[in-house]
């Protein structure tokens, strides 16, 4: 200021801004958060699987019955819903879900995981164009959140029938032919 200035009564914008930096007070926000969001996949698969040979299912055709693992590690029940399979990019059609032990059709596509559980299942292709090997990806969502996705090389696949499907033991083999 020059020495002609008078000085303007009140206090300056400076000072006022220098007390709201100490004045404001810091709110840590807790966010509730999904506890499977930070842990690992709910579907777990290795490839392992067969093919279920052109119209020798009732409702699957020139399919697969992959096995996988599917792990709830919460304290609540969740849902699963699988969005989508794909074998070397070519859609694998609906998904038919069936526990393996005890021999249970969870349904098509969605289903629920009780808390703290892990078990085996079949996921069957429905009304696949081919039954080729390749990369298996399979989107899903678990209660409506983001898709996860999981993938593994799907090769060597033989037919459900007989011995040579290893995938499977004989009583989960059963299993799968009666609920399919």
């Known amino acids: 200021m020059s020495d002609l200035e008078e000085p303007k009564p009140g206090v300056s914008r400076r000072t006022v801004a220098k007390a709201m930096a100490w004045s404001v007070p810091a709110v840590a926000l807790a966010v509730p958060t999904p506890a499977y969001a930070a842990s690992p996949g709910v579907i777990t698969v290795t490839g392992a699987g067969c093919k ?26 969740i849902t699963v819903t699988i969005v989508d399979m794909t074998l070397d990019g070519d859609d694998l059609g609906n998904v038919g879900v069936i526990r393996l032990d005890p021999c249970t059709d969870l349904g098509t596509n969605t289903f629920t995981v009780a808390a703290n559980s892990t078990f085996d299942v079949a996921l069957l292709t429905q009304n696949a164009a081919t039954s080729a090997n390749g990369q298996l990806i399979i989107s899903y969502t678990v209660d409506g959140g983001p898709v996860q996705q999981v993938s593994t090389d799907a090769n060597a696949s033989p037919p459900i029938q007989g011995a040579s499907c290893t995938a499977f033991s004989d009583s989960e083999q059963d299993c799968i032919v009666s609920e399919a």
């Not at 020798?56 to 709830?72: E, W």
């Open 52 to 77: 279920l040979p052109g119209a020798s299912q009732n409702a699957v055709f020139k399919g697969y019955a992959f096995r996988a693992t599917i792990s709830n590690t919460t304290n609540t029940a």
